[in-house]
């Protein structure tokens, strides 16, 4: 017989999405491989990094899978010489009937905790890898369900195997659409654990979804029909509020944005319940631009496309919500989401404009491709009166410092409150997807500030525009426990530096799990 090996090529795993199959046959060898595409199972089983002169261990159900194949998988991994080098893995065939294709990918070291330097639970990041490159590559070779080790983590390894084999397929024929294969635990009782990984990972899928839909598809009306669709059947209340509405409610700095756009506004309001109806809320807050063109002061041409990104902000809201219900956090949740487009017209805000906030603050649009900042003052004032929040956090891809910071990295942080920079740095080392902490000095108030004509300005003076974003949301809110996360750098377009478990030149759906991971630690004070 002959054996064939599938082998994961390069130096990383994001090798595997520019090749349609990567098999190596190699002669005189045991096992041939036959697949049938209709009905092929396969498994991921992970390997711990080999320490000295001991041979890698298998994870302790991949040591059963082991027993069950009589030891073949270790006689393999000898003669292959795997070293369980993170992200490094091999694909065997035909050792059992019922897994046509075992996968056996490395974990790194065994027993790796939290790294204070990166500021993350190394282990836990491992096992999303391991288990989202295990899973894809089946899915690459025409696997319809996909087992996965728990790897002593099944939370996290359900995790990295759902966000590892999505695919945005709705503009590819269906002839041509990568199938998205069904996963399933191996080995582990912990249902419970892999199933909260399942919400977790589909929530951030939806937020990638909703980022990445062309923007004639994912207008603020469907994006309101698409939230409606998400989060009702879940028991969660949303409420689309028109143009008359926003009129009457007086969220001017909404309208100087909204305006230059043939589309109409949206306003969302969401309603979570938890807990007692009694609680305050801990209230999000979006930016929802579906297509930020950059309006009057457009935007380079290169690359505009992926300004529909822009309304990730308000996605992964509503993908952190969802998840949220579908885990029965005991925590009230409130969401305002404004939803339009920012687009340059004889209607559009001019730069130089001025609108007055409901606060009776002055705001002058200085650069109007900053709009993000501009869209959320009144809905902000608005949602502080009416909501009376316990504590705010808005996200949302406002300007390009926390990018040239912090690239894709980390998200960046603004906040007045110690407490919240804690729970969100525990909640980014435990989700991997970090968090960095920026200055709210009354430095960057005064470049927003002293003027002779207006109150305060959008853009203000100097290169650091995320912290003078930050400044200017927080002038809005000063006595309020609040939080403020810039993503331009994380939840748009994934490019350098991307986990294994996300897709180079897709939609991140970035920092859904942490916010998720947040509202869970909110939820147990």
Not at 459 to 487: E, I, N, Y
Request: with cysteine; aromatic share 6%; net charge positive.
């Amino acid at each position: 017989m002959a054996k064939s090996q599938a082998t994961f090529y390069g130096k990383s795993a994001l090798n595997l999405l520019r090749l349609n199959r990567v098999l190596s046959f190699r002669p005189a060898a045991r096992y041939m491989q036959v697949r049938s595409k209709c009905d092929m199972n396969g498994i991921v089983i992970g390997l711990y990094l080999k320490e000295g002169e001991k041979d890698p261990q298998m994870t302790s159900n991949g040591e059963k899978f082991d027993d069950r194949v009589s030891g073949k998988i270790s006689q393999l991994i000898r003669e292959t010489g795997m070293s369980g080098k993170l992200g490094k893995g091999r694909m065997f065939s035909n050792v059992d009937e019922e897994f046509q294709s075992v996968a056996v990918v490395g974990l790194g070291k065994e027993g790796a905790g939290f790294n204070e330097d990166e500021m993350i639970e190394v282990g836990m990041e491992n096992t999303r890898i391991a288990a989202a490159v295990g899973a894809r590559f089946l899915q690459m070779q025409g696997a319809q369900t996909v087992f996965v080790d728990g790897m002593d983590l099944p939370e996290q390894a359900a995790e990295g195997a759902a966000m590892g084999v999505w695919r945005y397929n709705a503009n590819k024929s269906k002839n041509n659409r990568m199938h998205i294969p069904k996963l399933e635990l191996y080995g582990s009782s912990d249902v419970d654990a892999w199933t909260r990984g399942l919400f977790k990972a589909e929530s951030q899928n939806l937020a990638r979804r909703l980022a990445d839909t062309p923007a004639n598809q994912m207008t603020p009306s469907i994006f309101a029909q698409a939230t409606i669709d998400a989060l009702c059947p879940c028991g969660v209340t949303v409420e689309v509020r028109s143009m008359d509405w926003i009129e009457e409610q007086g969220l001017n700095s909404f309208l100087m944005i909204a305006k230059g756009s043939c589309e109409p506004p949206i306003c969302l309001e969401i309603s979570y319940v938890g807990s007692s109806p009694d609680d305050k809320p801990l209230l999000l807050m979006g930016n929802g631009l579906t297509f930020n063109s950059g309006g009057l002061c457009l935007k380079p041409k290169k690359r505009m496309d992926e300004q529909r990104a822009s309304v990730s902000g308000a996605a992964t809201i509503v993908a952190a919500i969802r998840a949220a219900a579908a885990l029965s956090l005991p925590i009230n949740v409130s969401a305002l989401l404004p939803l339009c487009e920012n687009m340059p017209s004889g209607m559009a805000v001019k730069p130089g404009d001025v609108v007055t906030l409901m606060n009776g603050s002055t705001l002058c649009v200085k650069d109007t491709s900053m709009a993000g900042t501009v869209m959320l003052a009144d809905p902000m004032l608005y949602a502080m009166g009416t909501m009376k929040p316990k504590t705010l956090v808005d996200v949302g891809t406002h300007a390009k410092g926390v990018l040239y910071g912090l690239g894709a990295s980390s998200t960046g942080l603004w906040t007045n409150r110690n407490a919240l920079w804690k729970q969100f740095k525990k909640a980014g080392s435990l989700t991997g997807d970090r968090v960095w902490r920026f200055p709210l000095w009354n430095y960057f108030r005064e470049l927003i500030e002293p003027n002779m004509t207006y109150d305060l300005c959008n853009k203000g003076r100097g290169p650091a525009s995320s912290c003078l974003a930050a400044a200017l949301l927080h002038t809005l809110v000063p006595s309020t426990d609040w939080v403020h996360l810039d993503t331009r750098g994380t939840g748009m377009m994934c490019s350098e530096g991307v986990p294994l478990y996300l897709l180079e030149g897709r939609m991140s759906g970035r920092p859904t799990r942490t916010i998720i991971q947040f509202l869970y630690q909110m939820a147990l004070k």
